[in-house]
């Protein structure tokens, strides 16, 4: 299957949780899901792990079932362009640091 990637969220980074990690992801996807619509037929908008030499990093992006030259270039293009706004948009720094500040919480 071909895959497009579509972008990063820039609210995690590799030494955050597996769950925080997910969670921004997640978030990113609902986003667009709800900005674009459900992907074309045929296609997944997911989150894919790909190795680097100092580790592993997700990105958002899409499968498709088609022959890589049918990708679904209009849907690609404005997820791109949604993710960047996204990531503008959300104040990641102040919901991880209420989230952080709740698990303090927890512990006392």
């Not at 992801?25 to 609902?30: G, L, N, R």
């Not at 989150?47 to 990105?59: A, C, F, R």
């Not at 992006?61 to 690609?76: E, H, N, Q, V």
Request: proline share 6%.
């Amino acid at each position: 299957m071909p895959w497009e990637s579509i972008g990063e969220c820039d609210g995690s980074t590799a030494s955050d949780s597996q769950e925080w990690i997910d969670f921004c992801h997640e978030t990113a996807i609902a986003y667009l899901r709800v900005m674009l619509g459900d992907p074309p037929p045929g296609c997944s908008l997911e989150v894919k792990w790909n190795d680097h030499d100092l580790g592993t990093y997700p990105t958002i992006g899409l499968w498709w079932d088609a022959p890589a030259d049918d990708a679904p270039w209009d849907y690609i293009n404005r997820a791109e362009i949604l993710l960047d706004q996204f990531n503008e948009a959300v104040d990641w720094s102040s919901l991880k640091v209420a989230t952080e500040t709740e698990d303090e919480d927890d512990e006392t």
